[in-house]
């Protein structure tokens, strides 16, 4: 048993569907939450300026005594897992292996699409994952790369036109390439699902990879005995690196929780 709380990071919003499923799964347990809000999109950066915010990140929750981390970003996990997991003797967990994995035993054509930013994509981690699994998945790939900024901003409805004109643009060739399943391979996309879902069809299953994530987290920590031991009545406390009106704003809409005022504003170095 372990009442420390489980940190989650993320480059701003994307990772709270990550938090959502983890408070859904284990309400006894204390989150700490840090959204990187002044730095987002991480997904368009170099390797090595992810690699660095994810390990200032990083760093900051592991300063507030925690058991566990999440790192609730695809981008991240696709190119700082490995420094992360090297750095830290806690469980640390990454964003991309457990969605494949949902991917793999919902697909029935074995024709999966992977969304992300343009570092998820390009570094070829959920092609690596799927091929793992299974050489025989044809796995067709597109970076959506103004989806975090269309989320951040909180063009969100599924009925927004300028996030279903960007979708259809982007996902065109994937609706043509006959694939049944859909990797949301960036934490941000599920708040875009209404929009993708639309331009997609009901005949291509998404695979949330923030809710994966949190699945896995929650078998793991269960299985390591590492849980608080309590039922309910956990909390989460949220970290930003810019301004927290906006983010409070988004991030209650999303959660479904009035999280006004709950939002501390910090620097990260
Ligand atoms: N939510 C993130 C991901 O899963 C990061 C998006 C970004 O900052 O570009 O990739």
Redesign the pocket.
Known sequence: MDKRPIGVF??????LTTVKKLSELMPGEDIIYLG?TGR??????SKETIVKYSCQAASFLAGHGIKAMVI???????SAYDVLAGSYAMPVYE?VSTPAKAAASQTGCGRIGVI?????IGSGAYESALMRISPDFTVFSAPC?LF?PLVEDGAIEEDDVAALAIAERYLRNLRSAGIDTLIL?????PLLRGVISKVMGPQVALID??AETAKLVAGDLSAKDMLSGRDEGGSTRYYVTDATDGFEELASRFLESDIRGMVQQIALE
Do not use: F, I, M, Q
């Not at 993320?10 to 990772?15: A, K, M, N, P, Q």
């Open positions: 993320d480059s701003g919003l994307g990772g990187d987002v999109p991480y997904g368009s950066r609730a970003c695809n981008t991240a996990s696709s964003a992300g930013t343009k570092a998820t790369p975090v391979g960036c934490t941000h996309y990879s923030g």
